[in-house]
């Protein structure tokens, strides 16, 4: 179920509805009332039928003319029921309700993502936990979307663990851990396991350990100051490479790999060349962000998760000449995006001690973010 979602006031008329419908390319959208209570659906079929027969559509309400007999899936309804009545729907998108009142949206891709990501982690499913935090952004795009792209981790995480030859964790550390969007699918996956949680975000980290038993630890923006004293046979590290500049890159690495413990496997994601094509004129139209509009959709509007367009392209320069581009956000300093290509990073691994490259796959998190696995052989 999708909680972030668009919806049409029973107040507004059936013009407003029918240009929003035409404007987002949708087929139908939910109306709900003040009280927040599901209505019906509006479809383009209501509005041509409004005109038709001659009313004013911007007289009539989208209340009015709602089609209350589109059934709604009830929110404590399996997921067979669900798809049951997706396909009494035709497909699309159903309502979800919970009582009267409209909570979100489902589809049947969304079903689909949620047994895939099941189905990724194994016979320990039943061990994810799905309770999420109200303040963690990336569940944006809803519960399915979000679990996958935890769960999808654990793709580059075993193959790295089957190429040093691992087949257990004791203690695993997530470094940047947000909230445990991934954490959580690796305290399904590996449930023997110690958990840690680091992240600057103090608040992520005590959701963590409330919600997924793990050791707190409170990250700093200088790696030599933050204080773990464990040491780790396996270190996930999502989306943290993604959003420093160059000078930074070997202080986090050497930190990182002084916390495997012998024969320990560190995993982190960067963003390629996959990633750079998305911000280059054209490219990204079925890719999207968390607002849920298109990467080239946001670049033809002169900006790109926050960079302006000239940022981005200055940021596109630096990484076709040298292989490396970063812009810092606007208004922040330290903290941005940037891409790396493969050779540069390959390069930043061979110039820290104590590791060795153990593989890198384009692309490796999600189809999207590129995953580097890396072993301490002492």
């Known amino acids: 179920m999708t909680t972030e979602f668009e919806w049409i006031a029973a107040g507004d008329s059936v013009l407003a509805g029918g240009a929003r419908l035409i404007e987002l390319g949708f087929g139908r959208m939910p109306v709900r009332d003040a009280a927040g209570a599901f209505i019906g659906m509006l479809t383009l079929r209501d509005v041509v039928r409004v005109v038709t027969r001659g009313d004013d559509p911007a007289r009539v309400s989208a209340g009015d003319v709602a089609d209350s007999g589109i059934s709604a899936v009830d929110v404590n309804e399996s997921l067979e029921q669900a798809l049951a009545r997706?396909?009494?729907?035709?497909?699309?998108?159903?309502?979800?309700?919970?009582?009267p009142k409209l909570v979100g949206v489902i589809s049947?891709?969304?079903?689909?993502?949620?047994?895939?990501?099941?189905?990724?982690?194994?016979?320990?499913?039943?061990?994810?936990?799905?309770?999420?935090?109200?303040?963690?952004?990336m569940h944006e795009l809803g519960l399915p979307s979000y679990l996958w792209t935890g769960v999808a981790a654990l793709q580059p995480i075993r193959?790295?663990?089957?190429?040093?030859?691992?087949?257990?964790?004791?203690?695993?550390?997530?470094?940047?851990?947000?909230?445990?969007?991934?954490?959580?699918?690796?305290?399904?996956?590996?449930?023997?396991?110690?958990?840690?949680?680091?992240?600057?975000?103090?608040?992520?980290?005590?959701?963590?350990a409330r919600t997924f038993g793990a050791s707190p630890v409170y990250s700093n923006v200088d790696p030599a100051r933050i204080?773990?004293?464990?040491?780790?046979?396996?270190?996930?590290?999502?989306?943290?490479?993604?959003?420093?500049?160059?000078?930074?890159?070997?202080?986090?690495?050497?930190?990182?790999?002084s916390l495997l413990a012998p024969?320990?496997?560190?995993?982190?994601?960067?963003?390629?060349?996959?990633?750079a094509a998305e911000m280059r004129e054209g490219a990204g139209e079925h890719v999207f962000t968390p607002s849920g509009r298109s990467v080239a959709a946001e670049m033809r509007?002169?900006?790109?998760?926050?960079?302006?367009?000239?940022?981005?392209?200055?940021?596109?320069?630096?990484?076709?000449?040298?292989?490396?581009?970063?812009?810092?956000?606007?208004?922040?300093?330290?903290?941005?995006?940037?891409?790396?290509?493969?050779?540069?990073?390959?390069?930043?691994?061979?110039?820290?001690?104590?590791?060795e490259l153990l593989g890198y796959t384009e692309r490796g998190w999600n189809g999207r973010q590129d995953t580097v696995a890396c072993i301490r052989r002492e």
């Open 227 to 257: 204080r773990i004293d464990d040491r780790f046979d396996l270190i996930w590290s999502g989306s943290l490479f993604t959003h420093i500049d160059a000078p930074r890159w070997p202080g986090f690495l050497e930190r990182l790999a």
């Open 301 to 355: 509007e002169g900006e790109y998760r926050g960079l302006t367009a000239d940022l981005a392209r200055g940021l596109l320069q630096d990484f076709d000449r040298t292989g490396f581009g970063y812009r810092d956000y606007p208004g922040q300093t330290g903290y941005g995006h940037s891409r790396a290509a493969p050779s540069w990073v390959c390069g930043q691994v061979e110039g820290t001690s104590g590791i």
């Open 108 to 137: 049947k891709a969304e079903v689909d993502t949620y047994r895939r990501a099941l189905a990724e982690i194994g016979p320990d499913a039943e061990r994810l936990v799905e309770d999420i935090s109200p303040d963690d952004q």
């Open 86 to 99: 997706l396909a009494a729907a035709g497909g699309g998108r159903l309502p979800v309700v919970e009582g």
């Open 159 to 208: 193959l790295a663990l089957a190429a040093a030859g691992r087949d257990s964790v004791g203690n695993l550390l997530d470094f940047g851990s947000g909230h445990g969007r991934v954490l959580r699918a690796l305290k399904a996956a590996f449930p023997d396991a110690r958990l840690t949680a680091c992240d600057l975000d103090p608040d992520a980290v005590d959701f963590c």
């Open 263 to 275: 024969g320990g496997v560190l995993v982190f994601t960067t963003a390629g060349r996959g990633v």
